[in-house]
């Protein structure tokens, strides 16, 4: 039997059958019928020829069906013409191919009714599989369909093939193996059936001819016989073998002398090994003792059935159920069952184990920027990250899309802990370049200590996703380890969650407008919008206590259009009324601007509210520009619209000069951390006088945060900024405080500047 996944690399049958049915004229949407169909006297003698084989085809047929219950399939043999002999199983499905013209005594060729099971089978002469779409009409492209030929004449040649059918949503490459045990079955059951007891063995089988390894020696072990087969299996050629004593072989000797000295016999028994040429081998053996007519001991009879594909292939299912494809660690199931038998103690070392809750951070991103293909290879890049982070004994686990767990030992205590999650997140803070792309690579971890918290597998999932969610509230690439004031979290977690899908829904969330000061003469030329959200129960919240989970759950995308939208609308409400305001600012989250349709959103956010493009400011961070490609491509987009870009937070991130020129942005935000100690720490105050002259170098203009007092704002106007916000003026004011209160504004901050 052929492996799956080489039956599924290799379907260029199908494809060259269909090229077959168009060149024959055939059309997709036809339905086409045999043209031959057998008397009632021809099928019944063609039946009465395959009796034996149709018995025991039926015979196992019904276990396969009955192993199968729940799951409609129909089961069907062919003779090695095409003739359909017999079909068994679903009603539902033998109606509807009957309806096709399709019955016992009618003849399946491809040249009549087109791409199927049948023909592929039988002119392939291998196991085969037409899955929906590898039909050529379209009314098969329902039908999942899988066939395997047999063998029953002893020449080699094809006797037919039996085959499965199946609604295309049960598709499971596992019907293969199990035609394929059936075919085996079958061939088996027959060769039985045939060996006549009380004959001779040597007259029941014909041994140049089987495709079973035949080894035959007399009473002391000298083999007389060593088929070809047995030389293709052992890998030792006849002359080599014959004449010498089976006893010296390292495989099946101590077999064949038990056999023969001890009166044992042995049926069915599994043999794994290699041959003398290193090739392994997997075979069902027979070893029997064989008798003349008065029961005396004259030699013994070997036979062995090459299993090896259908092992390798029931091997490789096993391996699938328990480990994961893409990066060939250990899957979610194989966690389970692991972790239940450290916390249930049948594996030792629970106490100093230590449970790690790891997601790739923005993989979802990148996924719908840069495309699945990239995100597989990320994933593969970040298992074998993990792998280099596992100690002795430990183990890593995939068990979705983005999440990993590792279970950690000879971790005992928080100090170690928190060694391992410094090791793990330096292991991750790298770039790769793919397609001229960099690719920014970081990790969130949330840790559990068993030894201090041992509690039963839910909880501990509970646990390490608690501390997982944190340690992506506070900034994402990092670590964060479980403490028990993180199940009011969890709970509140839930809460929250489903309290933002209703804000949304209930329009909850207001804006907040700081305004932004040109530093020369005190005039309001803009204001940046700040999202609040006015709980109906618990009052105002801030951005910082519900950004990071509608990030986490993709409601950010929803919130951050409406955001964009809404401050449109309220800057062209205020030019309306004459308020000389020039732009409205705001804040872009990662998920938006990794948004491939991002700049025409914004278009159509603008045509809708009616907002000259030239007043509206988009505001991304350094962490942002990480994807430097994708950023250019992105930024010049929403330039060319005649928005306006400004890099906020500048100087905490990952920018270089190099790529900031690449860059079509009109703005530079220097964080508020370096405007706070600028009279105190000299450090700070160097950066901002660095900021500001490399962005006049390149022509942008600087935006200072978080000014407090008059000496910041002083030494921000010797320095060349150019405008400021923050408390020194006003705090975030509502919209209506302040459209009401401007003037009162204007005034007060040309004094301030004076």
Known sequence: MILQNEIESDKDYAIRSKNRCM?????????????????????????????????????????????????????????????????????????????????????????????????????????????????????????????VPFCCTGKGNLSGAVYITADVKFHNPFFIVMLANLVDSIERELILKKQNKKLNIMNQIMIKNTQNAIVVTDEKGIVLEFNESAQTIFGYKKDRIIGRSIFKSPRT??????????????????????????????????????????????????????????YLAEEKYNYL??????????????????????????????????????????????????????????????????????????????????????LCFGIENKNQAQELGKKIIKAFNRTIVIDDNELHMTASLGIVLYGEKQVSFEDCLIYADNALYKAKANGRNGYFIYESTLEKLYKDKLTL??????????????????????????????????????????????????IPLAEETGLISQIGEWVIKNACLQLKKWRDINIPIMKVSVNLSAHQFLKNDLAQIVEGVLAETG???????????????????????????????????????????YSSLNYLKKFEIDYLKIDKSFVNDIETDKSDANMIHTIILMAQNLGLEVVAEGVENREQLKFLGNHGCDFVQGYYFSKPLTAEEFESEFYNLQKDFIEKVE
């Open 321 to 406: 159920a328990y480990h994961d494809e893409l990066t060939g660690l250990a899957n979610r199931r194989c966690f389970s069952e692991t972790l239940t038998r450290y916390i249930e103690g049948k594996d030792s070392g629970r106490e100093d184990m230590a449970i790690v809750f790891l997601d790739l951070d923005r993989l979802k991103m990148i996924n719908d920027t840069f495309g699945h293909i990239k995100g597989d290879f990320l994933i593969r890049e970040s298992a074998n990250i993990i792998r280099e982070c596992l100690g002795e004994g430990d183990h890593a686990f995939r068990i979705g899309g983005d999440e990993f767990v590792l």
């Open 497 to 546: 969650k489903l309290d933002i899908e209703r804000a949304l829904e209930s329009e909850e969330f207001v804006l907040h407008y700081q305004p932004q000061i040109d530093i020369k003469d005190g005039r309001i030329v803009g204001v940046e919008t700040l999202i609040r959200w006015q709980h109906k129960k618990r009052g105002l919240i801030f951005p910082n206590d519900f």
């Open 23 to 147: 060149e024959w004229g055939m059309f997709p949407d036809e339905i086409k019928k045999p043209k031959y169909i057998m008397s009632g006297s021809g099928l019944a003698d063609k039946r009465k020829a395959y009796g034996e084989i149709i018995e025991v085809y039926k015979f196992f047929g019904e276990k396969v069906i009955q192993s199968l219950e729940g799951i409609p399939i129909l089961i069907m043999i062919s003779d090695e013409k095409g003739h359909l002999l017999d079909v068994m199983g679903d009603e539902a499905i033998r109606s509807k191919i009957v309806g096709d013209g399709i019955s016992p005594g009618c003849r399946i060729i491809e040249e009549e009714i087109g791409t199927n099971i049948i023909s592929m089978t039988l002119s392939e002469g291998r196991p085969v599989q037409l899955i929906g779409d590898d039909h050529f009409h379209s009314h098969l492209e329902c039908c999942s369909c899988y066939g």
């Open 253 to 310: 000797g101590h077999l064949f002398k038990n056999v023969l000295l001890n009166k044992m016999t042995y049926e069915n028994i599994e043999l794994k090994f290699k041959n003398c040429e290193e090739k392994m081998y997997v075979c069902i053996a027979e070893i029997l003792p064989i008798y003349d007519e008065d029961s005396k001991l004259t030699g013994a009879f070997g036979q062995f059935r090459n299993i090896t594909q259908r």
């Open 611 to 653: 907002l000259a493009p030239v007043h509206l400011e988009l505001e991304i961070t350094e962490s942002m520009t990480m994807e430097v490609n994708y950023a250019i491509k992105t930024i010049k987009e929403l330039s060319d619209l005649g928005v306006k870009i400004s890099i906020d937070d500048f100087g905490t991130g």
